[in-house]
């Protein structure tokens, strides 16, 4: 069965501090991997994807993260993380060819500024 | 260009009413999800359309649940005798398709069911 796990459930970081946040999948196939951002009161937005080709993304807003295949992990990072920062991220993952994808239960970013 | 648009943002039902909740998708977009995210949680799915063909309604609940996209574009997800553990946000998505597209979300419905 599909399975997206994100390590921290809450992080809390000061303005500047760089940023990692943890996602491992487990699925059989070919793998599109996602990151979403949700800011207070807004709707899901994407931040960056991965389909195949360089295992390093990088999204809107200075965010990238790395597909490793051996580990089954895409982190979501940031160098220099800012309060507008402050949101809930989501990791997905999906079949190459199917429809359906399985987010993880988010990890809650607090930036202190 | 007009994003995925849900209504209502917010309903309030009964125990035991049966709801509708509707889904614009942004135009031309094949494919159309929904997702229903409990608090706390990821967003789960529900079931998909490609056009008007349902491809995938495994992750309904119950036959309660019920999901339709009669034209191919707009698509109502209706739940009969709510109960609840059927509160909830109740995600849409459309996409260009499901080999490799990215999905954009609506806002989301939230039921509460009283």
């Known amino acids: 069965a599909q399975s997206v796990s994100q390590h921290n459930h809450h992080v809390i970081l000061s303005e500047a501090a760089s940023l990692e946040l943890g996602c491992n999948y487990s699925y059989g196939g070919t793998v599109n991997l996602f990151w979403y951002v949700q800011y207070p009161g807004q709707h899901l937005q994407l931040l960056l994807k991965?389909?195949?080709?360089?295992?390093l993304v990088k999204g809107i807003k200075g965010f990238e993260a790395e597909f490793i295949k051996s580990k089954f992990s895409f982190n979501l990072r940031k160098p220099s993380v800012q309060w507008s920062d402050t949101a809930e991220y989501f990791c997905?993952?999906?079949?190459?060819?199917?429809?359906?994808?399985?987010f993880g239960d988010g990890t809650t970013l607090t930036v202190k500024p | 260009g007009a994003g995925v648009s849900q209504s209502p943002r917010y309903k309030v039902a009964k125990r035991g009413q049966d709801v509708a909740l509707r889904c614009d998708p942004i135009s031309g977009h094949v494919s159309l999800f929904w997702y229903q995210q409990a608090l706390g949680q990821g967003p789960e799915f529900l079931t998909y359309f490609q056009n008007e063909a349902q491809l995938d309604k495994s992750g309904l609940p119950s036959d309660r649940f019920f999901a339709e996209r009669p034209e191919g574009s707009v698509s109502t997800l209706k739940i009969q005798r709510t109960q609840q553990e059927d509160s909830a946000v109740y995600l849409c998505?459309?996409?260009?398709?499901?080999?490799?597209?990215?999905?954009?979300f609506g806002p989301g419905t939230r039921l509460t069911v009283t």
């Open positions: 998505a459309s996409s260009l398709g499901t080999d490799s597209y990215e999905q954009y």
């Open positions: 997905a993952a999906k079949g190459a060819n199917a429809g359906k994808s399985t």
């Open positions: 991965y389909f195949s080709g360089d295992p």
